[in-house]
């Protein structure tokens, strides 16, 4: 590689030379830099446009990258201290299922906790592994599912020997983290692969005083949401590898899904995003930890809500907590999570990141001001006032622990039939249920279907939860593994 450094952003540097070349456009895309659609480029800006163009060879191709990608991939993985980083333009989504897909072949086993994202759950569906779930347990006071207890993960790890990898997010959606260091030994001392969700936490590559990250502890893999904290564009992510996890090998299964059409609007705000979070990360990070806990304090005066931080670190299931995010809890004040979230959007204009039934989650990022911080205390409060309720008739709990009857690819590629939601207790799911955001399946294919699961899918959908996953929009009935006649 040339040399070069944090400063450089050589996918940015190469696109601006090639706009400087005024080269003559035939080939893809047709808009031809938006002289060929008026209206797209009025909307996005020519500038924008300008810099959508194809792979070619002065832009090196994201599906084999030789030159300036490469370049961008090996600064990349410098910042982020990986042996290699893949630029990922279809999300994290596609960088936890790189990951699955890379440490498990069908029928090998892959331990994680069941409170992974739906991207995890449909690895397992496309890759044939076979789920082992740890139960994350759950904080009853707030409802909320955990990290995974050391304990918990060797036992599972002693029942099944023969399991791949493991899987662990790093943090929640709410901001907890497992002992990542402990699980990683762990694992590794078993000759299992660590992969690791990072959808949010890629900050915790660029500030002492956050949690641990993926590489720092010696995982193998991790999934890192760029768009999430680090500031790029939506849908572009990073996959990092690290040990021995061959990158030609990951490039091979990022590329049976991957498009052959990489956007250079996602890897270079990739490009860029990385060079200012490797320039300015600490700093960034310190101001938007300053203003989540400022923000914290103002919501915990108003009496009600909860907003909670690193009180609740237990050495264990709550190992450590990321201050960047501001989960509060709502149902003191006799709302839902999903009712505040509601509530912020349609009184106050306020849209936050999402409302389940205990909780709602704040994201603050430092695009943020004090002024929209106040604002969204404000809102609180007066929610508060005009809306709380007598909690007696919220449902608290968060997590089912699942019966696993069949694996999710079986389940869902076996003959199924469409039965109404309420009738379907006792019949093994074929697809999943779940709240959108956090993502996270109430049901995942192969698993039985319970009363109780019913009532808290009737419950979430009459709170107002954006229920996803069902084959039917409407969610009224749901997939289930035909039964012999
Ligand atoms: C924990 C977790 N993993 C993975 C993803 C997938 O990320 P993306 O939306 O970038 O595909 C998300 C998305 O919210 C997530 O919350």
């Not at 205390?377 to 622990?401: C, F, G, P, Q, W």
């Amino acid at each position: 590689m040339k040399h070069l450094s944090q400063e450089n952003a050589p996918i940015m540097e190469a696109l601006n030379r090639y706009k400087s070349m005024r080269v003559v456009p035939f080939d893809v895309p047709g808009h031809k830099r938006g002289r060929g659609n008026k209206e797209l480029a009025a909307f996005l800006g020519e500038q924008c446009l300008s810099v959508d163009v194809n792979s070619m060879k002065p832009l090196d191709n994201l599906s084999h990258p030789v030159s300036i990608i490469r370049e961008a991939e090996e600064l990349a993985a410098e910042a982020f201290g990986a042996k290699h980083a893949f630029f990922m333009v279809n999300g994290t989504t596609s960088a936890v299922q790189a990951m699955v897909m890379t440490a498990c072949k069908a029928g090998e086993k892959i331990i994680l906790p069941r409170n992974v994202h739906r991207s995890a759950i449909n690895a397992l569906v496309l890759s044939g592994a076979i789920p082992v779930y740890v139960n994350p347990g759950v904080n009853n006071q707030l409802g909320i599912p955990l990290g995974m207890s050391v304990i918990d993960v060797e036992k599972a790890i002693r029942e099944n020997p023969d399991a791949k990898a493991i899987l662990i997010n790093n943090p929640t959606y709410y901001g907890i983290c497992s002992d990542l260091k402990r699980l990683t030994d762990l694992a590794h001392k078993h000759g299992m692969l660590v992969l690791v969700d990072e959808a949010h936490g890629t900050h915790f590559y660029f500030h002492h005083d956050l949690p641990a990250s993926a590489m720092s502890v010696g995982a193998d893999m991790a999934s890192v949401s760029m768009h999430k904290s680090g500031g790029s564009l939506t849908q572009s992510s990073f996959l990092l590898i690290n040990n021995e996890i061959s990158e030609g090998y990951t490039r091979q299964i990022i590329n049976l899904t991957q498009t052959t059409s990489g956007s250079y609007l996602l890897l270079s705000s990739l490009d860029i995003s990385r060079k200012n979070l490797a320039l300015h990360g600490n700093e960034i990070f310190t101001k938007v930890a300053e203003m989540a806990e400022y923000t914290r304090r103002e919501i915990n005066k108003i009496g009600g809500y909860y907003a909670f931080s690193k009180e609740l670190i237990n050495g264990d299931t709550i190992y450590d907590f990321d201050i960047t995010k501001l989960s509060v809890h709502t149902l003191d004040i006799g709302l839902a999570g999903i009712e505040v979230y509601d509530l912020l959007r349609d009184e106050y204009d306020i849209q936050i990141e999402f409302g389940d039934l205990g909780n709602i989650l704040g994201y603050i990022s430092v695009g943020d001001r004090k002024l929209d911080l106040e604002r969204l205390v404000a809102a609180l409060a007066e929610i508060k006032r005009r809306y709380s309720k007598d909690k007696t008739d919220l449902m608290n709990h968060e997590y089912i622990n699942p019966e696993v009857v069949l694996t999710p690819q079986s389940a869902f590629y076996v003959p199924k039939t469409t039965i109404p939601l309420d009738e379907s207790a006792g019949r093994i799911c074929s697809e999943s249920v779940m709240c959108y955001p956090p993502g996270i399946p109430i049901l995942a294919p192969g698993e039985r279907i319970t009363e109780e699961i019913i009532s808290y899918i009737q419950y979430a959908k009459a709170k107002g939860c954006f229920l996803t996953g069902t084959e039917d929009k409407e969610v009224n009935n749901i997939n289930v593994v035909k039964e012999e006649e």
